[in-house]
C-alpha cells in the first residue's frame, strides 16, 4: 500500500480523531443512564423505583428514549445522554454463547435506537465477559462501526453451568480486553450489580434492606476496582480509563488507609507497582450519579483533583430534577465558573471524544 493512502486510512480509521458533534447550549452531560429493551425487563423488575415512581414507570422509563427521556433532557438543560444497557444485562447471563449474542443484539437495538439523535445520544457497548477475545472483538465492533463512545459492564460476569461462578475483570486472561480499551481509547465504566444469591443469602441475610445501592453495590463493587488496582491491571495498560459511579463507590473517601495498609503487604509479593491513590490520579474516573453529595465532593476534590470527577445522574433509578436542583447549587460557593464547566460537561468532552 502506498505509504500517502495507508496514512489517510489510519487517520480516518482512527478512534480518537472522531469527534462526535453534539448539541452545546451549555447545558450538562450525563452517562450514568439506563436503558434496557423488552427482553432483558424481566432483569430488573423488582428494582426498586426512583422515589416517588412506580415501578411500571420504572420499566416504561427504562425502554424510553425519544418521549418522556427527551424531554425532561430539555427542561433540565442536558445537552447530551450516553445510554447503557440496565443492570446485570450481559453480565446476568451466564451462558457464554447466549451473553455473546445478546451483546450483539443490545449493541445493534441502542445503535438503532439513538441513530436519529446522535446530538443528544451515545452509547456505551454491553459486553459478555466470558471469553475476553469474543469481548474485545464486540468492543471493537461497537465503537469503530456503531459508534460507541466507551464501554459499560456491571460488575463481575456470572458464568458456569449454575451461574455461580464470578467472573473478575482483573485476571491476566483479560489483557486482551485491557488492550483493545486501550488501543481505541475509549472508557470503561464499571457500574454495580445485585450479587448472586448465594452471596446475598451469606452476606445480607441478616439486615437485606442492604441489599443493593445502600451498601451491597458499593461494597461489591469496590472489591473489584480495587482488584484491578492491586493485581497491576494499570502498570500493565497505564492508557487504560476506567470510570467509577456513585462518587467512587467510596473509594477515595478512604485512600489513606487503603493504601497505608497495601503498602505492608509489598512483601508478600503485591503486584502493583504504584498505589491506589496514584491510579485514582492517572487512570481512574468517578461521576455524581445518585449520590449528590456536595461536602463529598469537596472531599474528593482534595483527594484526587476535579480533574477526575464528573456530574452524572443514575436515571431512571434516579429522579432528573434531584440532579439537575443539586448541580445548579454548585455554580454558587462550590466551584467557580471554570471549575462547574469542567464538572458538567467539559472533562467528559475531552474523556468521550465529543466535539461541542
Ligand atoms: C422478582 O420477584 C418475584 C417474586 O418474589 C420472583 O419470583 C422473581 O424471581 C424475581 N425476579 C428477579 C429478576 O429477581
Ligand atoms: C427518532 O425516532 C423515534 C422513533 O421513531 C422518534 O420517536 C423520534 O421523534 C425521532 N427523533 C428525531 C430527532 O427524529
Ligand atoms: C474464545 O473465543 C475464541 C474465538 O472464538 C476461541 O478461539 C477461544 O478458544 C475462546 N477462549 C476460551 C477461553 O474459551
Ligand atoms: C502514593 O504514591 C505517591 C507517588 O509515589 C506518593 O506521593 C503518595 O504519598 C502515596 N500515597 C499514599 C497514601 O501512600
Redesign the pocket.
Known amino acids: 500500500m502506498h505509504l500517502f493512502t495507508a496514512t489517510v486510512l489510519a487517520l480516518v480509521f482512527s478512534p480518537c480523531l472522531f469527534a462526535r458533534k453534539i448539541r452545546n447550549t451549555g447545558g450538562t452531560i450525563v452517562f450514568e443512564e439506563a436503558w434496557t429493551i423488552p427482553a432483558l425487563l ?5 428494582t426498586t423505583a426512583a422515589q416517588g415512581g412506580t415501578n411500571d414507570e420504572l420499566k416504561a422509563n427504562l425502554l424510553d428514549i425519544h418521549n418522556q427521556r427527551l424531554q425532561q433532557m430539555d427542561t433540565n438543560k442536558i445537552d447530551f445522554m450516553v445510554l447503557s444497557c440496565a443492570s446485570p444485562c450481559i453480565q446476568g447471563i451466564a451462558d457464554p454463547d447466549a451473553a455473546a449474542e445478546m451483546a450483539i443484539t443490545v449493541n445493534n437495538a441502542l445503535a438503532d435506537a439513538i441513530s436519529n439523535n446522535t446530538e443528544r445520544f451515545g452509547a456505551f457497548a454491553s459486553l459478555a465477559m466470558q471469553n475476553a477475545t469474543t469481548a474485545a472483538a464486540e468492543l471493537t465492533r461497537a465503537v469503530k462501526e456503531l459508534g460507541f463512545l466507551g464501554v459499560l459492564l456491571n460488575d463481575y460476569q456470572q458464568s458456569g453451568p449454575d451461574g455461580l461462578t464470578p467472573l473478575y475483570y482483573d485476571q491476566p486472561e483479560y489483557d486482551i480486553f485491557w488492550q483493545t480499551l486501550s488501543d481505541l481509547d475509549v472508557p470503561f465504566y464499571l457500574h454495580p450489580r445485585t450479587d448472586i444469591p448465594s452471596i446475598l443469602n451469606f452476606q445480607y441475610a441478616h439486615a437485606p434492606f442492604l441489599k443493593g445501592p445502600a451498601q451491597q453495590f458499593a461494597a461489591t463493587l469496590s472489591g473489584h476496582v480495587l482488584g484491578i488496582c492491586v493485581n497491576g491491571v494499570f502498570d500493565r495498560f497505564p492508557k487504560a480509563k476506567l470510570i467509577v459511579g456513585h462518587f467512587g463507590e467510596r473509594v477515595p473517601s478512604d485512600l489513606v488507609r487503603i493504601d497505608a495498609e497495601l503498602i505492608r503487604q509489598l512483601p508478600l509479593g503485591l503486584p502493583m507497582q504504584k498505589n491506589v491513590t496514584t491510579y485514582w490520579h492517572e487512570n481512574i474516573f468517578e461521576t455524581s450519579s445518585g449520590n449528590f453529595a456536595t461536602d463529598l465532593l469537596k472531599f474528593h476534590i482534595g483527594q484526587i483533583g476535579l480533574d477526575r470527577i464528573m456530574y452524572s445522574i443514575d436515571y431512571p433509578f434516579v429522579n432528573i430534577p434531584q440532579g439537575t436542583t443539586w448541580v445548579n447549587t454548585l455554580p454558587h460557593g462550590v466551584l467557580n465558573k471554570r471549575e462547574f464547566e469542567s464538572f458538567s460537561r467539559g472533562l467528559a468532552i475531552e474523556l468521550l471524544h465529543l466535539d461541542d
Open positions: 424481566g432483569q430488573t423488575s423488582n
